[in-house]
């Protein structure tokens, strides 16, 4: 008798985690650059990959540290998704207007400290221009432990990027509430199941 968990064919997770059903299938026009680190791919609470999986225009690229050939085609018209301490640093805010909205759109997807080291791992995105997301929004991601209110999952944090680029909230509301039900999904899960 085998002891291997049934796994789903188009997600590659247990079935009691597929995600396939949370999956919504999201128009963006803005395009994304999803860099997320080795230890996130796969991991059961990622939620880079449920955000890959909706977006229609969204590239995954799975590493620490990318060449510059790698990142040179998304540098141009790109804004980064990261947090900024710098007061010099060019930031786009919630008066961000169409004429001026980046078409691309990088994400880091790893943990605070992980994000961190990639961002400096990969130079060529420290110089890009920084979209700051308000400080009221909270998450739900509730099943990772996150030192401040305010800090978001990546699904959370890119939805709300975007719906800020493209001025249209309503785009990214299916799935950020089908991303509740994941979580809720994630957080009744029972291992012995």
Same mark, same amino acid.
């Given at each position: ?32 650059l ?16 449920? @955000? ?8 995954? %690229?799975?590493?620490? *540290?990318? =060449?510059?050939? $790698?990142? #040179? ?13 710098k ?49 009221? @929004? ?8 996150? %030192?401040?209110?305010? *800090?978001? =999952?990546?699904? $959370?944090? #890119? ?35």
């Amino acid at each position: 008798m085998s002891n291997k968990r049934a796994v789903c064919s188009d997600c590659q997770r247990p079935l009691a985690r597929c995600m396939c059903r949370y999956i919504v299938p999201t128009a963006n026009h803005c395009r994304v650059l999803l860099l997320q680190h080795p230890k996130e791919n796969g991991h059961p609470k990622n939620t880079g990959e449920l @955000l890959w999986r909706s977006l229609q225009h969204c590239e995954l %690229k799975v590493a620490e *540290q990318f =060449s510059l050939s $790698e990142l #040179s085609p998304w540098l141009p018209g790109a804004t980064l998704l990261y947090p900024t301490e710098k007061s010099d640093k060019p930031a786009y805010s919630d008066g961000l207007s169409q004429s001026h909205a980046p078409d691309k759109l990088i994400v880091i997807d790893a943990t605070w400290r992980k994000s961190l080291k990639m961002l400096h791992l990969n130079p060529a995105l420290l110089d890009l221009p920084r979209i700051q997301l308000a400080d009221h @929004l909270c998450g739900n991601y509730r099943v990772r432990t996150a %030192k401040k209110h305010h *800090q978001l =999952s990546t699904l $959370e944090a #890119s939805c709300y990027a975007l719906q800020q680029i493209e001025s249209n909230q309503s785009l990214y509301e299916p799935l950020l509430e089908q991303f509740d039900h994941y979580m809720t999904h994630l957080a009744n899960f029972d291992p012995n199941r």
